[in-house]
């Protein structure tokens, strides 16, 4: 299989489709080229990178919607940051988390940190999500939007019956891509390198007023919290547009043309749009074929920006990827640790519906020709 060479007018036109990190666009790169001379290698206190914080914070209330009271907070290092940073300031005594899939997974395993009760921790099968359930003494109830390891998205929801409790969803690989309202969440945190279209180095959330009242009382409280990940810190030095140590500033350039992209085309509401047409063609064609099936089995839970698709036993789907890079379309091998004889394939807003077309057809000819 790993000789069979696609025709090129069967080629999408940009053959990068991984869940991270992600493609990212060439005009991102031109406009980061052009600014580079004038940004990089400068102080991260001075007026040209505060600056480049504000627009990215400017744009983020924009394209998230967000009411009265809302902030954006940003600190340094990714999602596994801020995980470690919530179990010292975020979580109170106890958290619920819901995990399916590997990055739920991580988070429950910070929740279980020695100066907190041991997390309620909600398991479902991959390609499944969990439902989070008002238990007493929880304070945090915490959830993927999307599962990037097996393409299982969760609707955003507040559990009822337990007003107290912080609703804190995991958003890296949905953030951008997936449409939802953000009153129902107190934190929707994230790293950008997926339908951002950025870097690492940086973790973003969306903190609404009860989480910022949390993020305050716990860091009064005398509780030790080290410096880089203290939440408060971050607050602090967000609303001066800054960090408390140097930031990434690629990361934070490329960010800000991606949501300068997204806002002037219609914000979330047209990424949606866009990454649904992108991967319910996916989805359309694996339920038509002979050989191939969504692995998320309830419509209702398939991730439009991750789309997992699982082959028949008579298919060797890591020989297909295998194909496939051999002819310049890269990334689309499964999550390491799932194991299944499948092909994963990001429809993140910067990917072209044409090429999720391209590829499926490219799909087919390897299939017919191997």
Request: glycine share 8%.
């Amino acid at each position: 299989m790993a000789t069979v060479e696609i025709p090129r007018d069967l080629l999408p036109a940009d053959g990068r489709f991984g869940c991270g990190p992600s493609k990212v666009r060439e005009e991102q790169i031109t406009a980061l080229a052009s600014a580079g001379l004038s940004l990089l290698g400068t102080s991260h206190r001075q007026a040209p990178v505060k600056n480049l914080v504000g627009s990215v914070r400017d744009l983020m209330s924009t394209m998230f919607r967000l009411p009265e009271g809302y902030e954006v907070i940003l600190g340094n290092g990714g999602s596994t940051g801020f995980w470690d940073a919530a179990a010292f300031g975020l979580i109170e005594n106890r958290a619920q988390n819901l995990v399916f899939g590997e990055f739920g997974g991580k988070f429950a395993k910070a929740a279980a940190a020695p100066w907190l009760q041991a997390p309620d921790v909600r398991n479902a099968e991959p390609g499944t999500i969990a439902t989070a359930e008002a238990a007493a003494g929880i304070d945090v109830y915490a959830y993927p939007h999307n599962e990037t390891s097996t393409g299982a998205a969760s609707p955003i929801y507040r559990v009822a019956g337990d007003e107290g409790a912080l609703t804190v969803v995991d958003a890296t690989s949905a953030a951008g891509g997936i449409d939802f309202d953000v009153t129902e969440t107190d934190v929707y945190y994230f790293a950008p390198q997926k339908n951002l279209g950025s870097d690492g180095g940086l973790w973003f959330a969306i903190a609404s007023p009860a989480a910022i009242e949390r993020i305050e009382r716990i860091a009064a409280s005398g509780r030790y919290i080290p410096d880089f990940l203290s939440l408060k810190q971050a607050l602090d030095n967000s609303r001066l547009n800054q960090t408390l140590n140097t930031p990434a500033l690629t990361t934070l350039h490329l960010l800000n043309s991606q949501l300068d992209w997204i806002v002037s085309n219609g914000g979330l509401a047209w990424a949606d749009a866009r990454t649904r047409e992108s991967s319910g063609a996916l989805y359309e064609w694996a339920e038509a074929s002979a050989v191939a099936t969504p692995f998320v089995t309830n419509p209702e839970h398939r991730s439009p920006v991750v789309a997992t698709i699982d082959f028949d036993d008579s298919i060797d789907a890591a020989a297909i990827a295998k194909t496939l890079r051999a002819n310049g379309i890269v990334d689309t091998e499964p999550y390491r640790k799932l194991g299944r004889n499948q092909l994963r394939v990001a429809t993140f807003v910067s990917i072209e519906p044409n090429d999720v077309r391209q590829l499926i057809r490219s799909i087919d000819y390897v299939l017919a020709n191997s």
